[in-house]
């Protein structure tokens, strides 16, 4: 799998949105982005993915630059219950997940 | 919403000893995974398992690790003699795929192996 990269760490205030970033300039055209979170104490849960155009879902939306290199992962109203560790992960194929540290969103009232 | 479930939640053992954790994936789920995360670190995958047999492993899936699925829906993973670095949260994980990267697993909520 390509790979991604993401801030270590990130902070956000409860009920505003927050923007997180992924770089992943080496993407091939079959690469899907794949969002994943990991909420303290639990197992990783899947939030979002998308191949080429922006995508919506109940828990968050996923913005993908136009040359692909990039992509966001956008909560719209954050809440405490959102703070988790979040990793943005490509996959073309085959059947592992690759995780790598992901980014550390604190959410503070 | 499906689950996938394991059991035991904790478990602690002696060094040396056998351990076997248990999952049991979504039922209409044909592939699965084991991973483990020792504390403060990333999720490490383990193997993937699909048609009783191994499809993928990795290099820390060496001979003191197994894994069965030994009826219709439970899914095992042994480690033969635990070693203090075995010490981690091990996750199971199940899906069904559509040959490409559109694949989404689901995982349990893990068991965390203690071995002292």
């Known amino acids: 799998d390509a790979k991604t990269t993401q801030p270590n760490s990130m902070e956000s205030n409860e009920e505003e949105p927050v923007h997180l970033p992924c770089n992943h300039s080496?993407?091939?055209?079959?690469?899907?982005i794949h969002w994943y979170r990991q909420l303290p104490s639990q197992g990783p849960e899947y939030v979002i993915h998308g191949l080429t155009s922006n995508v919506n879902n109940r828990m968050a939306s996923l913005a993908i630059a136009e040359d692909r290199k990039s992509s966001t992962l956008i909560l719209h109203r954050a809440t405490l219950r959102d703070a988790a560790v979040y990793y943005c992960i490509l996959r073309n194929s085959g059947y592992a997940l690759n995780f790598g540290k992901g980014t550390s969103l604190l959410v503070t009232p | 919403e499906p689950e996938v479930t394991q059991t035991p939640s904790h478990q602690v053992t002696q060094m040396g000893q056998e351990v076997i954790l248990r999952c049991v994936p979504i039922?209409?789920?044909?592939?699965f995974y084991w991973y483990r995360q020792i504390l403060g670190q990333k999720v490490e995958f383990l193997v993937s398992f699909y048609n009783n047999e191994i499809s993928e492993k990795s290099e820390i899936f060496d001979d003191q690790f197994s894994v069965e699925r030994p009826d219709g829906s439970n899914f095992t993973l042994k480690i033969r003699s635990t070693k203090l670095e075995d010490s981690a949260m091990y996750f199971c994980a199940s899906n069904t795929p559509r040959g490409s990267g559109a694949n989404v697993l689901t995982f349990g909520a893990g068991s965390r192996l203690t071995v002292l």
């Open positions: 039922s209409n789920h044909l592939y």
């Open positions: 080496t993407i091939s055209g079959t690469d899907y």
